[in-house]
């Protein structure tokens, strides 16, 4: 069974730094064709995709916050981290860490996602 | 980057319709176009991959079609159970861009 989990800290305040981690089971990030990406969702509003992390250690970031962005991989520990850096109250969102193939193209497994407010 | 222009926003429709969205690619994107179903609460899962294959699992009333800058997802007989938000999404690019989302509701 495949499963990703997302946690990091529930509120951050303004110009701090949020650190996520995905911790997943069920696959290997060391495969070839596979990837873990962060995407997020503001209350209410359109899903986001911010990150990707490939098996090779390739990096993808969104344009428009590439330079407050960092994807890093431990496979060792299952685990990839996202951070985020000086946060503001408009990345109040939900996190979403999930499985990316190639094989499919597709975000095929998801975590349950984390809840992140930005608030002083 | 690739701008995704889902429609409509929002609609309603009863038990047994047949349901349409449409998304529309800035520019070609071949056949890299996903389908999500998101429910409130929950993550998204997802239904199409590559425009037009079925996921997994999915039920057969579920479809996809269309290639280069424009994409459709059909639900054939709606369902109560099919009451959620959905998401276009595209990877042609190396860059991961969902559409803005259709809420769907019953009449």
């Known amino acids: 069974q495949i499963t990703l989990k997302e946690s990091g800290p529930p509120l951050v305040k303004p110009t701090q730094t949020l650190t996520l981690t995905c911790t997943f089971s069920g696959f290997s990030l060391t495969t070839s064709g596979v990837g873990v990406g962060w995407i997020r969702q503001p209350p209410g509003k359109a899903l986001e995709w911010l990150a990707l992390i490939s098996w090779d250690d390739d990096k993808r970031y969104i344009p428009s916050l590439k330079s407050r962005l960092t994807i890093t991989k431990d496979t060792s520990k299952n685990q990839v981290v996202l951070t985020m850096t000086n946060m503001d109250p408009v990345d109040t969102a939900a996190y979403y860490c999930?499985?990316?193939?190639?094989?499919?193209?597709?975000?095929?497994?998801w975590g349950q996602g984390t809840m992140v407010t930005v608030s002083s | 980057d690739i701008q995704m222009t889902q429609s409509p926003s929002s609609l309603s429709a009863s038990v047994g319709d047949r349901v349409t969205i449409t998304c529309q690619a800035s520019?070609?994107?071949?056949?890299?176009l996903n389908w999500y179903q998101q429910k409130p609460g929950k993550a998204p899962k997802l239904l199409i991959y590559?425009?037009?294959n079925l996921e997994t699992g999915v039920p057969s009333r579920f479809s996809g079609s269309g290639s280069g800058t424009d994409f459709t997802f059909t639900i054939h007989s709606l369902q109560p159970e099919d009451i959620a938000t959905y998401y276009c999404?595209?990877?042609?690019?190396?860059?991961?861009?969902f559409g803005q989302g259709t809420k769907l509701e019953i009449k």
């Open positions: 999404q595209q990877y042609d690019n190396l860059l991961y861009t």
């Open positions: 520019q070609d994107i071949r056949k890299y």
């Open positions: 999930a499985r990316w193939t190639s094989s499919l193209g597709a975000f095929d497994i």
């Open positions: 590559d425009a037009s």
